[in-house]
């Protein structure tokens, strides 16, 4: 391809933010430079890679205004895009569009493929096109109609399809390439493994292969760039993760994106519940309250806009410092569905890898997998904004109502009192059993530490007062059997065989303890959660019964044994 000379890195950059996209992918670092020097290629892509639109850029800037006048009833194309399915013949036409608008001077350009109405493809042909783009099915079809010559081809794309449909796709490529000229330039796209099948590579002429591991290795010129996240739910409420992740980031406005389904006004009351600034714009919302919602977001007095899509056209997202997608939108939503700059965050179901994989193409982003954040970053992050919400209420009357706590309650009980409120207010976090304070005595003359919580996994260290106690709480698993300390009264301390090790955390085991047994907060005390194991306390006439019944259950992939803790022997005297 030498029609265009090549633009300078920075100009590709400059191109595709222009476009929409955050910044370029390995993949494109990788491909764009080699496809302007005209180089056969064979280039391993993944999800995300954004490989469309790597091959429509560099199509659109390498024949720039080349038009090509009709042969006589059939198109005769300089280029052409083989896709693998019609669902990529529409992205195709869909990033030509974006691209030809804003770097203009754009080719001639025709679609086959994306639709059934072959007379109507044909009618578009016969106009001319110098890139066409389209399903190897449908261009056999157009050259046996005489629509379509190849006679003029100097660049040939080809996106293979995955499994078993990339049998006969290969040989309807081969087909192809049996109608243009021998001297072309060839560009093979597809899922790896792409090294060392013989019959792919063949299609094009000695090509350099890129694999993925080398596109990995590549760093992201776009320094600085927003960072794009996703989380995994895995059967965790959409509306209990989406609290979870505004209560623990620090304050921002935040924009939440949602399905018609959702219930954008149900999830705006529990946000406002616990002490955030929310508001949400169903459908049919007046322009005055429009107005002032998306004014508030922009000036940062709301904390959390909930906006279905698609993105309305007043409302921009870059006004927002964190975008959330509570549903994933569409990939032809996603460009405007996803903020310039600020951050974005995705929550994705256990069933939705294929869905993201398709919006990271749409918008040139490999998303970074996050955790669910845990209890301990959810109560800090309500214990800041209570805090900031105290600095704007009215200070007399504050002073009014800490007069009447002093004269009520005993100073030593004050921050009991808070932390009692602080449970009623978060009653899903603050109130689980993981969460309760050690049944261990402080030693005299030294602060208790074992109340402080613990981010990984909900659970709780013990106080430092033995070695061994220390040891569990770092996750080192002392010499010979684990051991168990005094466990409350009443309460008897049952050992289970999963820990961290397996992703296994507090809220997990006090869950199957209530459900399988059917036990209330009340008969379930301290949970403690270490690397290979765990210890859970319960109430000792539901012991035996917990022991019988939970030995041998599933969780997470993989059987558990549960039996009374065997007590830790006491030291004989010197």
């Not at 639109?53 to 038009?67: P, Q």
């Not at 081969?174 to 090294?195: D, H, N, Y």
């Not at 995994?232 to 620090?250: F, H, I, K, N, Y």
């Not at 051991?483 to 199957?512: I, K, Y």
Request: glycine share 10%.
């Amino acid at each position: 391809m030498h029609v265009s000379p090549e633009p300078a890195p920075a100009a590709i950059l400059d191109q595709f933010r222009r476009v929409g996209f955050r910044s370029l992918t390995p993949f494109q670092q990788r491909l764009i430079p080699l496809v302007f020097r005209g180089r056969d290629a064979a280039a391993e892509t993944a999800p995300g890679s954004g490989r469309i639109a790597a091959a429509v850029y560099t199509l659109i800037i390498g024949y720039r205004a080349r038009s090509t006048a009709p042969f006589g009833e059939a198109a005769s194309p300089v280029a052409a895009l083989l896709a693998a399915d019609s669902d990529e013949v529409v992205q195709a036409t869909r990033e030509w569009a974006r691209f030809a608008k804003v770097l203009g001077r754009a080719p001639s350009f025709s679609a086959v493929g994306d639709s059934d109405d072959a007379r109507r493809e044909q009618r578009r042909l016969g106009a001319g096109a110098a890139v066409v783009v389209g399903t190897p099915g449908r261009i056999i079809d157009h050259l046996r109609r005489g629509s379509l010559r190849l006679e003029t081809l100097e660049t040939l794309v080809v996106s293979l399809p995955e499994g078993e449909a990339r049998e006969s796709f290969v040989r309807d490529v081969q087909f192809v390439l049996e109608k243009c000229p021998a001297r072309r330039q060839t560009v093979l796209l597809g899922r790896p493994p792409l090294a060392g099948q013989e019959e792919l590579l063949a299609l094009a002429h000695h090509p350099e292969i890129v694999p993925a591991a080398d596109q990995a290795d590549q760093a992201v010129p776009a320094a600085g760039a927003p960072p794009c996240e996703a989380i995994t739910l895995e059967g965790a409420d959409r509306e209990e993760a989406l609290v979870r992740l505004l209560l623990s980031l620090p304050s921002t406005p935040a924009l939440v994106l949602h399905g018609g389904r959702t219930g954008g006004e149900k999830s705006a009351r529990r946000l406002r519940d616990l002490f955030l600034r929310a508001e949400s714009l169903p459908p049919g919302t007046g322009a005055p309250a429009r107005r002032r919602a998306i004014a508030g977001l922009a000036a940062g007095t709301l904390d959390a806009l909930l906006v279905p899509l698609p993105v309305p056209d007043d409302l921009d997202a870059g006004d927002a410092g964190l975008v959330v997608w509570l549903d994933l939108p569409q990939p032809r939503e996603a460009r405007r569905a996803a903020p310039g700059s600020g951050r974005l965050v995705a929550l994705v179901g256990a069933n939705q890898a294929r869905d993201l994989a398709k919006l990271e193409e749409a918008i040139g982003v490999t998303m970074t997998k996050l955790d669910l954040p845990g209890d301990a970053e959810v109560i800090r992050g309500a214990l800041d904004r209570i805090l900031d919400r105290m600095a704007e209420e009215n200070p007399a009357e504050l002073s009014r109502l800490t007069g009447l706590v002093r004269g009520r309650v005993p100073l030593l009980r004050r921050t009991q009192l808070a932390a009692f409120l602080l449970k009623a207010q978060l009653p899903r976090f603050a109130a689980r059993p993981a969460l309760q304070q050690p049944a261990v005595a402080p030693q005299p003359g030294r602060e208790r530490s074992g109340g402080g919580l613990r981010g990984e996994g909900g659970g709780r260290r013990e106080g430092r007062g033995e070695g061994g106690a220390r040891r569990e709480a770092r996750g080192e698993r002392p010499a010979g059997r684990p051991t168990s300390r005094e466990p409350a009264g009443g309460f008897t301390q049952l050992f289970v065989s999963a820990g961290r090790n397996r992703r296994v955390f507090a809220r997990d085991l006090t869950a199957l303890f209530q459900e399988r047994l059917g036990l209330s907060a009340a008969e379930i005390g301290a949970v403690r959660v270490f690397e290979k194991y765990s210890f859970v306390e319960v109430a000792s006439a539901r012991a035996a019964e917990a022991v019988q019944r939970l030995s041998g259950v599933e969780l997470k992939g993989r059987q558990v044994n549960v039996e009374v803790a065997k007590r830790k022997e006491e030291k004989p005297a010197r």
